[in-house]
């Protein structure tokens, strides 16, 4: 099953590589349209596989119209699948956000609210805030990240998450890059716990299309009161995963 997806992430890159020269973006309403496709051996959220451990392809699309005043609105979506929940085959979402500068001080800032949408499984549903404060030294981008939901976590009555993560990354040169990521998803409700997620990646520009070989791990073990069991731990624990994807 594993080379299967590997062919088919060969073939995406293909495909993907024939659109590779930029065209210029549409206007509309003032503001332009961008997107993204990406192909992926799994989709990792938080240091959890959101595919079974990659028994089925990750592809996701995104859609963004930005205006030039920093706001934009778009719509994602995404192969999904969790043994314990056999109707969930995908989520998509729409999104609303502001980004910007705070004046002269090189930080920059940028607010996102998501709505998570399981088709055919909507008791699922939820929405968070993503909120990031980022600034640049030389090479090096460093960004904090706040994202607390909006109402229940994944439908669970009286579940409610936050986020906390540090998001560093170093630009090397020639298209190559360094990052990662280092948070806490903090669970509060009863019988709820929240873990510890990190990431570290290999990132690499050409052909107009962007490579990612990123390692994920958490801290989740047999004591965990939501994720311990074998299933639990099985979608938490460390992996390898490669990504193909293209913007435009």
Known sequence: MKTRYSMLLAGAALVLSQTALAEEKPEVLGGTIGGSVKFATDYVFRGESETVSGEIPAVQASLTWTHSTGVYLGYFGSTNKFEGSPDIYAVVG????????????????????????????????????????????????????????????????????????????????????????????????????????????????????????????????????VYGSHDGRKIFKERVVFAVSKSF
Do not use: C
């Open 94 to 225: 729409p999104y609303l956000g502001k980004y910007g500068s705070i004046g002269d001080t090189g930080f920059n800032y940028n607010v996102m609210a998501f709505s998570y949408q399981y088709p055919g499984a909507n008791r699922y549903n939820y929405s968070e805030l993503y909120m990031y404060l980022d600034r640049n030294f030389g090479p090096v981008n460093l960004k904090l990240e706040v994202t607390p939901t909006l109402d229940d976590w994944f439908g669970v009555n009286g579940w409610k998450g936050v986020n906390y993560a540090i998001h560093p990354k170093v630009t090397l040169g020639d298209g190559w890059g360094i990052d990662g990521s280092f948070g806490y998803q903090d669970l509060t409700g009863h019988g709820a716990e929240g873990w510890t997620h990190w990431n570290v990646g290999v990132t690499k520009q050409m052909w107009g299309l962007n490579f990612d070989l990123r390692y994920h791990d958490t801290d989740i073990d047999r004591g965990h009161k």
